[in-house]
């Protein structure tokens, strides 16, 4: 039987659990929070247009009824009056509309940023399961979901409470005022007791995505075997990527000893080292290492030089420079220009007194 504590979350979510989390449409997000936002937006925008909005519902107000009695109750005319009304309306709550779908963007824009989760609208048969239904409805969410409701209940309370409270000593003078005073008054308290809840309203709210931020972040954690599972899937199997690697490695050798016997030149340390120039000149900008090696491998390319016809020359220092420098395939570097071109240049000589050599002999044997 596994080891249960084995199977415990406590490592932290890898950047592709993360991922697919989003993919899912699973992120941190407080409703509370872009609620509270809308309102304050609604609740600013009527602050600063109000005025606007009743000057101009007032003289709109004032032109209908002051033509009402010319207007034909017929379907054509009371459908141009319905169409100038939506209009209207439109046009005088723009300031507020804006202000509030804004609001509701920039909230949830601020708290996940831009996500499409198609995944999230596919359907789920878990969300029916009765099993799961019930699991949900005892978990430690529900329980904070009812904290939530019952505070917001209760800080709403309050605030209207104490907000009418302090304006008891006021109510009397309201008998007082002409009908537009009153209307001022009266909506001047309401807008303060819609201030002060949105205010306690929005400490709370942060409380809840501080709680959201939590609890998706310990439902995100993975047990040390499923971090081990997500990097054999997202990796691989590290056997078979060193099985693969071995055999790439085992193929790079192999191209490389077969390209030794067009070398020009062996440069040796003499035994620690061995890399094999090659030069042609038009085709290459420079000479390059075509084979290198240390020790066994080293011993190999010498052996395979020598059975080619290869010259092997010996310079400690040039040979330790170009297996450390330079990778095989790649040109020399400029600072080995003069040591590599002393070293090719000898060879050629070399080749050139060989070659006259055997012209000789041939020549000898022809006349023999």
């Not at 169409?83 to 601020?110: C, E």
């Not at 537009?180 to 309203?201: E, P």
């Not at 080619?308 to 400690?316: L, N, R, S």
Request: aromatic share 8%.
């Amino acid at each position: 039987m596994p080891d249960k504590g084995a199977q415990d979350k406590t490592e932290k979510p890898t950047s592709r659990r993360r991922q697919k989390a989003r993919e899912k449409g699973q992120v941190a997000k407080s409703a509370e929070l872009a609620s509270v936002a809308v309102l304050m937006a609604g609740l600013g925008s009527l602050y600063l247009f109000g005025g606007y909005i009743y000057h101009q519902t007032s003289d709109f107000l004032r032109h209908i009824l002051m033509n009402a009695a010319q207007v034909r109750l017929d379907s054509a005319e009371m459908g141009n009056l319905s169409l100038t009304v939506w209009v209207f309306f439109f046009k005088v709550m723009a300031p507020v509309m804006i202000a509030v779908v804004a609001a509701g963007l920039l909230s949830n824009l601020a708290q996940v940023g831009f996500i499409m989760a198609p995944k999230r609208l596919m359907p789920d048969l878990k969300k029916i399961d009765p099993l799961s239904g019930f699991k949900r409805w005892v978990s430690l969410r529900t329980v904070v979901d009812m904290f939530k409701n019952v505070a917001k209940l209760l800080i709403v309370s309050w605030v209207a409470y104490h907000t009418v409270a302090g304006e008891w000593d006021n109510l009397p003078r309201l008998g007082d005022m002409d009908l537009t005073a009153s209307m001022v008054y009266l909506v001047g308290v309401c807008f303060r007791i819609f201030w002060r809840c949105v205010l306690a309203m929005l400490v709370l709210s942060l409380l809840d995505w501080a709680y959201q931020k939590y609890d998706y972040e310990k439902n995100l954690k993975m047990s040390k075997q499923e971090v081990k599972d997500e990097f054999k899937q997202s990796e691989g199997d590290p056997m078979v990527k060193s099985r693969i690697r071995s055999i790439q490695r085992e193929a790079a050798k192999k191209r490389m000893m077969g390209a030794i016997p067009q070398a020009d030149v062996v440069v040796t340390n003499p035994t620690h080292y061995a890399v094999a120039l090659a030069y042609q000149p038009g085709k290459m900008e420079a000479p390059q290492v075509v084979a290198k090696g240390m020790n066994r491998i080293a011993l190999k390319i010498k052996q395979i030089a020598a059975e080619a016809g290869v010259p092997i020359i010996e310079d400690k220092a040039l040979a330790q420079s170009l297996y450390k420098q330079v990778e095989v395939g790649q040109s020399i570097s400029y600072d080995l220009y003069e040591a590599v071109a002393t070293i090719l240049a000898h060879v050629y000589r070399g080749k050139d007194r060989q070659q006259e050599v055997l012209q000789a002999h041939q020549g000898r044997g022809a006349l023999g």
